[in-house]
């Protein structure tokens, strides 16, 4: 790996450092996810000068030693990486697009790591547009949650050139333990798109089975537990159980609190929707699982882990 890393570094420009060395890094968007993302870079050794709009994790980064800078051009300036780590597709074209776009601010040759979930087709936009400036952008949404995001052991789930994968890896290994790469600019958010419309449809498959087995008389950590070890068995029984107090680390357990929020996964089943849409795919069960999601959020559950979906068919006598 070391010398494929240094082959596809020959054409870069000179303030890219060498394999094993310490790399000053520019990182956008410390929430939920970034901010543990940006505390693993900092471990692994490097230098971060960190920006974000909301003045506390910006605080907490400083705490861990990185330096604090007044914008988002102030970080990036003299940068050997970008990483940026936004909500939504209209939040990273207004970030790095236009006169005053970051892409402006960012030196030529210089990686980009863009770790949102967005549509693919704003992927492909911003991809195209850092081309066209010498700039080397990859689009590399995340899977694992928080939890994975403190740990390290993120998935990465990359589009764009094999080789800026390449000089990407040692910075992805610091964050996360898997990385696939999907295929070109945008191919990235397509395969977490998918992933996640399974998540939502599973999530609520599980939900509604378990409310049914309960509702007749049985005990739910009885019937979890017959589903992880039969063919209904899925990430939710195993890992994520939706049913409070059958699993004692799950959001369920902790009134929903943390985890993945109702509003991000409607997020997400929206972005499949849109996909489906431009490529004149059929996804039912996937608008179905949206409008579940929609109604539980209009209910006040937005801010709830996505697992909550349980309450549409039961509710606590």
Partial sequence: MRAVRRASHKNSTHHHRRHGMSSTIGFIGLGHMGGP?????L???????????VPQAVQALVQSGATAAASAAEAVAG???????????????????????LLTAIARGTLVLECSTIA?????????????????????PVSGGTGGAVAGTLTFIV???????????????AMGKNIFHA???????????????????????????LALGVANGLD?????DIIAKSSGRNWATELYNPWPGVMENAPASKDYAGGFGVDLMLKDLGLAAEASMQARATTPLGELARNLYALHSTQG?????????????????
């Fill in 183 to 209: 295929g070109d600019a945008g191919a990235g958010q397509v395969a977490k798109i998918c992933n996640n419309m399974l998540l939502g449809i599973l999530m609520a498959g599980t939900a509604e089975a």
């Fill in 159 to 173: 589009g764009g050139a094999a080789a800026d994968l390449e000089s990407a890896r040692p910075y992805l290994q």
């Fill in 120 to 140: 693919p087709e704003s992927a492909r936009k911003v991809s195209a547009a850092a081309a066209q400036r010498g700039i080397r952008m990859i689009d590399a």
């Fill in 220 to 224: 739910p950590k009885t019937l979890s």
């Fill in 37 to 41: 993302m940006a505390q693993n870079l």
């Fill in 43 to 53: 471990k692994a050794g490097h230098t971060l000068r960190v920006f974000d709009l």
């Fill in 79 to 101: 940068a050997d990486l970008v990483v940026t780590m936004l909500p939504a597709s209209r939040h990273v074209e207004g970030l790095y697009l236009g006169e005053d776009g």
């Fill in 301 to 317: 559950h937005g801010k709830l882990d996505f697992s909550s979906i349980l309450k549409l068919y039961h509710q606590p006598r």
